[in-house]
């Protein structure tokens, strides 16, 4: 019978692309990997690897083990969810990957609700940039993830993620408190604070400004919305904020509506063999219940 740790390194092979990716995700030695795999092989009694430049690829023999390997990882996935399931509470580990706003806005009220309806689950959460949190929670990184979808710039999808909505929340263009900007052209000769290129925030903002008629000035390129929210409070900056990020705080910025009043998605997605799971289920409830009324 084959062993099932070496399946789950050959499936993250695949997935990861190299021995030291899969030997850094599942806290291995790199030379443990490459034992394991050499075993599998000796195992089934054909190559599964063969060397593609400094990488290893998969043979076709490889490709169809690892494709086995998924669906017998997802089974004894779905077996740990069904014994869960058997005990009509919410107990265990959940994982979860935010982004920083919603650890802002979301995460303590999430946490409070969970102390009251699910004291027996733990929870562990990263900050963790949507484009990445997704790919991780696909692998089997997180458990759950709390990601954004700005208009025009869909978030990656991958294949046995559960995704559900979570909240809208509306995107306005801030500026300090006295300025004498009053629309998004206004704001054509000021300063900008914005995230760095490549977050899709970034790219709104910049599609923003452009569709409107000129490109913005960044000045100031910070993932750190606090920090943002601070340099346009004290009169350096403009920028787009949302909602979600200085909801249920005093800020001293004036939030301004922005040409066809935009508005950001967050969602959660999950693997869909744990998607039902009561700890799953829980945390999801929680979220429901911190979202809190924007306008």
């Known amino acids: 019978m084959l062993d099932v740790r070496r399946l789950r390194l050959l499936r993250e ?35 599964l690897t063969r060397k593609q430049g400094r990488r290893l690829a998969l043979t076709p ?9 998924e669906a017998i990882l997802a089974g004894l996935e779905a077996a740990e969810r069904d014994v869960a399931a058997s005990l009509d509470r919410a107990v265990g580990t ?5 982004f920083q706003s919603a650890a802002l806005g979301l995460v303590p009220t999430m946490l409070r609700e969970l102390a009251a309806s699910a004291p027996e689950l733990r929870i562990e959460m990263v900050q ?38 979570l909240m809208t929340d ?42 409107a008629g000129f490109e913005p000035d960044v000045r100031f390129a910070t993932a750190d919305l606090q920090a943002q929210m601070r340099l346009i409070e004290t009169g350096h900056a403009v920028g787009i904020m949302n909602d979600l990020t200085w909801a249920g705080t005093s ?32 945390v999801r409830a929680a979220l429901r219940a911190a979202v809190p009324e924007l306008h």
């Not at 023999?61 to 390997?69: F, T, V, Y």
């Not at 999950?270 to 829980?282: E, F, G, K, Q």
């Open 13 to 47: 092979l695949r997935l990861r692309g190299t021995i030291a990716a899969v030997a850094t995700a599942l806290a291995y030695a790199p030379s443990a990997v490459s034992q394991q795999l050499s075993a599998l092989e000796r195992e089934v009694g054909v190559p």
């Open 61 to 69: 023999q490889g490709e169809l083990l690892a494709d086995r390997a």
């Open 94 to 98: 959940v994982r979860v990957a935010v």
């Open 128 to 165: 963790r940039e949507p484009e990445t949190a997704l790919y991780d929670t696909f692998v089997g990184d997180f458990d759950l993830v709390v990601a954004e979808q700005y208009p025009g710039h869909a978030a990656p999808h991958h294949p046995g993620l559960d995704r559900q909505l």
């Open 170 to 211: 509306a995107l306005r263009l801030a500026v300090p408190p006295g300025s004498d900007v009053r629309s998004l052209l206004d704001a054509a000769g000021a300063a900008w604070v914005m995230e760095p290129t490549g977050a899709a925030s970034r790219h709104f903002g910049e599609q923003q400004c452009r569709t």
């Open 251 to 282: 800020v001293r910025f004036h939030a301004l509506p922005l040409p066809g009043a935009p508005r950001r998605e967050v969602f959660t997605a999950a693997r869909t063999a744990a998607a039902t799971s009561p700890a799953i289920v829980a």
